[in-house]
């Protein structure tokens, strides 16, 4: 039993603890409900004595200064939170510090600093808004309150979407890295190494690939290593759009042990086109590897390089049969006549694919000498070297062929005998206007009828052949709907170009699509402010490709800006073309950051 003495002290001792926790803010400060306008100063003292009170055996209302403290909780402040960090340290009552810890969470979770609790007050409720909608509304949200202070929890929580298994958060959130741009290049590069998720690797490899510049590189490199194709696939499309900066490895990889590696690399240097590279890959067309030399020709196919002209056709001649075909394309993309004897020697070459290519780059380069290699080539056993026969004499444009073009006529595969058909009226055979009519009305495919139309059409003007071309661009059957737009390109004049203008409005977006390319390739510029339009606003992403390559192909300055705009679109075929049409119009090789290409823009466009 205490003595009188000891029982008095202790009394005052719990009277003084009781009287310190009811100190409170008055209620319209502290009220439920209500904004809390207390200063800073005020609050953290109260903070103070809430978390002695609730840290004290003696504290007999408990649920109430809890809901004090969260209240006060909801005035954002530096000093508030480490009141509360310092407060939970002292704290040696068991139940109190697991209340305590729990309403630490939220900012030991996304690790809330004082510092980003100053940049952005209502970060919590943002994270807390994830927590319990987790909508791509609330990402978005996330990334438009991003300032540089915050910029770490906003990357970790959007990191956690990604990693997320619904495919609409997944995609802002890569939307929303995208957009803090380089500060997410470490953690992006982390997710990728360590993830055993491959879904979230390939958002990681869109996201950096879309970041762009020298930083994303190495990155990338790593992700051409991944063990998922798709995620390789992603790897290397960023790699083609990082431009000069990553020429120097991939030309490792080339070399190195892992040959899908190099494949991936070498597709990758062939689309940068990088002049820096020509030199290393002409000498690998000479390694031992054969892998290396498919690689290095593969690589400088796209190029149209003439310096390499002499080591490709050398490399026509090579044991490996992938070397070959590369070779032959490659020589085709140069168009120097030169490779005009090589590659009709090629037309014999075992392997179908080099044959087939031989016959596609003789007619690229048009040469005329390369007519009767190219007719008896129409007997090839295989139908695709057949076809692509038929369309590289149509591209030559010159008589000689045209019994070979008129049996073709009879050829079992469709393709072929369009191929042909629209050969003859290139070729001005007049001799198989008979040929090609019988063609047109008889075919049991609608297909080569609308072929022998347009050849018709190209070769004696008939306007019933045009008509019927124009009919069937309505038919309720797409492919004919297809077939028929594609055969209207092939036709000159100005009717067929007012058609084609035209067809730049159709409802069917294949139509849309197969006119924007021939208009970019005939380089119409009254075509310019629709492919804008498409550019700007198609939904489809071919579409907004093909209209970007279109541009380029023009070279209307008009066209700038709107490119520059797109150069943030998801998809990298729809930036890769963007970034050539405006090197094809600039004369700039600025890569594909966006705002590189503002600020030249701002300062050349009154030039």
Request: hydrophobic share 40%.
């Amino acid at each position: 039993m205490l003595k009188k003495p000891a029982l008095v002290c202790l009394m005052v001792f719990v009277m003084y603890l009781y009287s310190y926790g009811q100190t409170e803010l008055p209620q319209e400060q502290a009220g439920e409900g209500k904004t809390i306008s207390a200063p800073a100063e005020q609050v953290a003292n109260r903070i103070d004595q809430l978390v002695v009170k609730l840290g004290s055996r003696f504290c007999n209302d408990r649920e109430k200064a809890y809901s004090e403290l969260k209240r006060l909780l909801k005035i954002k402040s530096s000093t508030m939170l480490e009141r509360l960090r310092r407060g939970y340290e002292n704290v040696k009552h068991q139940e109190a510090k697991q209340r305590l810890e729990k309403m630490l969470a939220p900012y030991d979770r996304w690790q809330i600093t004082p510092a980003v609790l100053e940049k952005v007050p209502d970060i919590t409720e943002l994270l807390d808004e994830w927590a319990f909608k987790g909508t791509p509304a609330v990402i978005e949200k996330l990334r438009k309150s991003r300032p540089e202070g915050a910029s770490g929890v906003l990357i970790r929580i959007i990191i956690e979407a990604v990693r997320g298994s619904r495919l609409d958060i997944q995609r802002s959130a890569v939307d929303a890295l995208v957009e803090l741009g380089e500060v997410a290049i470490e953690p992006l590069d982390k997710v990728l190494r360590n993830s055993k998720n491959r879904g979230v690797r390939l958002n990681a490899t869109e996201a950096l690939g879309r970041i762009c510049g020298d930083r994303v590189i190495e990155p990338l490199i790593l992700g051409l290593k991944d063990e998922d194709y798709f995620v390789r696939v992603s790897a290397a499309d960023g790699l083609l759009l990082a431009g000069k900066g990553a020429v120097p490895l991939l030309l490792r990889e080339i070399k190195g042990e892992d040959k899908e590696v190099a494949g991936w690399a070498a597709y990758a240097l062939g689309k940068i086109e990088d002049k820096d590279s020509i030199a290393p890959l002409i000498e690998m067309l000479t390694h031992e590897d054969s892998s290396v030399r498919y690689h290095a020709a593969h690589a400088l196919a796209p190029m149209g390089e003439k310096a390499a002209l002499e080591p490709l056709m050398k490399a026509l001649k090579d044991e490996n049969a992938l070397v070959r075909r590369s070779a032959a394309r490659a020589l085709g993309n140069i168009g120097d006549k030169g490779a005009v004897e090589p590659l009709t020697g090629a037309l014999t070459d075992e392997n179908e694919h080099v044959r087939m290519y031989a016959v596609r780059s003789l007619g690229q380069i048009g040469d005329k000498r390369a007519v009767k290699a190219l007719a008896g080539a129409l007997g090839d056993k295989e139908a695709i070297v057949r076809r692509i026969s038929a369309e590289a004499l149509g591209k030559i444009g010159e008589a000689g062929a045209g019994d070979s073009l008129i049996e073709a006529l009879k050829d079992t595969k469709w393709r072929v005998r369009s191929a042909a058909a629209r050969a003859l009226g290139a070729t001005r055979e007049m001799k198989a206007e008979r040929a090609l009519r019988k063609l047109w009305k008889e075919d049991t495919d609608r297909e080569v009828q609308l072929a022998a139309a347009c050849g018709l059409t190209i070769l004696s003007a008939d306007n019933e052949a045009f008509r019927f071309l124009v009919k069937a661009l309505d038919d309720k059957e797409e492919d004919i709907r297809y077939e028929a737009a594609k055969n209207i390109t092939q036709i000159g004049g100005q009717k067929a170009l007012k058609l084609l203008i035209k067809a730049l409005e159709n409802k069917d977006s294949h139509i849309r699509e197969v006119a924007v390319r021939a208009l970019g390739n005939k380089g119409v510029k009254e075509a310019v402010e629709p492919i804008i339009m498409i550019l700007s606003t198609n939904e489809c992403s071919n579409a907004r490709s093909y209209a970007a390559e279109a541009l380029g192909r023009i070279g209307d300055k008009s066209a700038v800006e709107p490119l520059i705009s797109v150069l943030k679109d998801r998809h990298w075929n729809v930036r890769y073309n963007v970034v050539k049409a405006l090197k094809a119009i600039t004369g700039e090789q600025i890569g594909c950051e966006y705002a590189k290409w503002k600020d030249w823009y701002e300062k050349n466009k009154d030039k």
